[in-house]
């Protein structure tokens, strides 16, 4: 029952008096059970266990696209459409980009801030770096903490540049793939594998020449992607598991989707494509999304409580002194992880 | 002994005959085996495991930076330029951008092409998607094979725009970071994070206006991050691992130079700095970069066969309800890993 770090004993009492807190809207509460998320501390886990079970309502919708294409913009633009509808929004931005993990434009800034005293929306960064796969047990994890927090949207934003992230915003119920009109040819490059996995394709900064071309050369380009048959890196992000949700053939052509988040102009649509995208079956907890996160968030466990057994007093040593030979081409790695098992003594099956 | 993926024994003839002839020189054997290493073949297992004694040698060179700094057209010039020297070159390129993984600019493909014929150059990209922590085995596990191959310089090139990727990068023995001049607010956001794993810094695209600004600028941002004090991400990437390789102290301001790679001005003192930090000790067996690359390499075998152990006829339907269950929210994650390692009859010593 100890968790896979430290003895998770200690904080218990903690952390039933913070999620007790957190469940009656206390955000000091909330923000600090994140922050153990984020850090992995026993606390989280402790934490985690009770929240867990009151969380599964929410939509979670993940939004990316490469740096510039205004993917903070337009979350602020929706928390706003959001809010005007008396819906509780929460935001994870993974995005080193993002105004909200300490970037850019003043502007952006300054709209955030605009909920710093509204209860309803809660924003929280995530820097998430420094774990294999911790990426995506991470934010899921922070979207379980919110969504039992009662918050009915959760917005997960990600700059679509890097495996991880684009894991991570596939992950969700919903993907919204950003782009802007004319990124230039280096930045086109990046689109085909972002289209994969998106849901809705937002051609965001509609206002630019060249929307409306963008938008026709994005269908084109969907078409083709639906052609080669499937919504690949959705199954990608469940291959941090046991394997479920594997490619699955596109079940619905992406809308593609025009709006100018600066002025709001789109974001009702965008909305509405997102409701209709959630009812439209997307809620059964055995979507290939939910299982890609239970498995991302149980397999990050697994994989700590076997990296906590490396790390136990009685082992340490040759674990590291394992490293050092493999590090040194004196042993290959296969046979390094066959001697790590079996200091583990994992029995192999297949032996 | 067997792979964790499926029975090595009947591809291993072929492993044989083709380390053999990609040792004596034969391009074709050395792509089928970087191929088997991208896709995780049981031919990769048999591969590895007799060409990774003969690794070890070859100085491993990360370069990252955001869309639009110019990594590939900088590459194109340093394999120039160490071609010229007589030495041989490997390229792993796992950048969505790269012209290499078929994106953008025709000029930097038809600059790859120079070199179809050149046997001491080998370019190759990675998608390496799909896989928690796949994305650093699998470019490490390729370095590998290059380096076996009699490679003396392997070039890593990834977006720095990604957790993943900028990992990937850190974990060379040398990590470049490009920068461009007056890239825009946004992207400039990127640096802080990215100079903190950078061991040598490059204004690339010197000849535009603002050039000798940006760098600095750049100067003044590693005083800054120096007092900081670690290179974070560079333990980060051990992260993966069971730990050496924590957070360091810089053991040298990073240099800055300016290179113009469209026109080669600054190659040379490019090459110049590499080879001085790779004389500068880090050739030693266990610097933290070489540990880390280790740990990462054994913990996604170690995960591999992890995971097709819950694979196994036996458990699969098994896990397989017990991820419905957390998918459902039925059942917390720490509680489903506990079963999972149940069921995989570890036994944990914590108890």
């Known amino acids: 029952m100890a968790a896979g770090v430290k003895a998770a004993g200690a904080s218990q009492p903690d952390a039933t008096a913070l999620v007790d807190a957190a469940l009656a809207g206390d955000r000091l509460a909330l923000a600090r059970i994140l922050t153990a998320v984020e850090n992995r501390t026993p606390l989280a886990e402790a934490a985690l266990r009770r929240l867990f079970p009151l969380a599964g309502r929410a939509h979670l919708v993940g939004i990316t696209g490469p740096p510039g294409s205004g993917k903070s913009t337009l979350v602020s633009a929706l928390i706003a459409a959001v809010r ?6 929460g935001v994870i931005a993974v995005d080193p980009s993002s105004p909200i993990t300490g970037g850019a434009l003043l502007g952006d800034r300054v709209r955030m801030q605009a909920y710093s005293t509204d209860r309803d929306v809660f924003i929280r960064s995530m820097a998430a770096r420094g774990h294999a796969g911790g990426l995506a047990s991470t934010s899921t994890a922070a979207a379980a903490v919110l969504d039992a927090a009662g918050f009915d949207l959760i917005l997960l934003e990600t700059v679509g540049t890097g495996q991880s992230e684009v894991e991570v915003a596939a992950a969700a119920d919903t993907t919204v793939v950003l782009e802007a009109p004319e990124m230039g040819d280096e930045v086109q490059a990046i689109k085909a594998g972002l289209l994969e996995v998106a849901d809705i394709v937002v051609v965001n900064k509609g206002d630019r020449p060249g929307a409306q071309r963008t938008a026709s050369q994005l269908r084109a ?31 619905k052509e992406p809308e593609v989707l025009l709006t100018t988040a600066t002025t709001g102009a789109g ?7 997102l409701d209709r995208h959630r009812a439209r079956g997307h809620e059964a907890s055995d979507t290939p999304a939910r299982l890609a996160r239970a498995e991302a968030q149980v397999w990050a466990i697994l994989a700590d409580r ?44 297949r032996r």
Chains 1, 2 share one sequence.
């Open 306 to 349: 076997l990296r906590a057994d490396l790390h136990a007093p009685a082992i340490r040593e040759a674990t590291a002194a394992t490293m050092r030979e493999v590090a040194a081409h004196e042993l290959d790695p296969f046979a390094a992880a066959d001697r790590l098992l079996t200091e583990l003594r994992v029995p192999d099956p």
């Open 84 to 89: 005007e509808q008396g819906r509780a929004v």
């Open 267 to 273: 974001i009702p649509e965008l909305l509405g494509s």
């Open 221 to 251: 380009m969907l078409v083709a992607v639906g052609r080669a048959g499937a919504k690949g890196a959705k199954g990608a992000g469940a291959g941090a598991g046991a394997g479920a949700g594997a490619v699955r053939p596109r079940p």
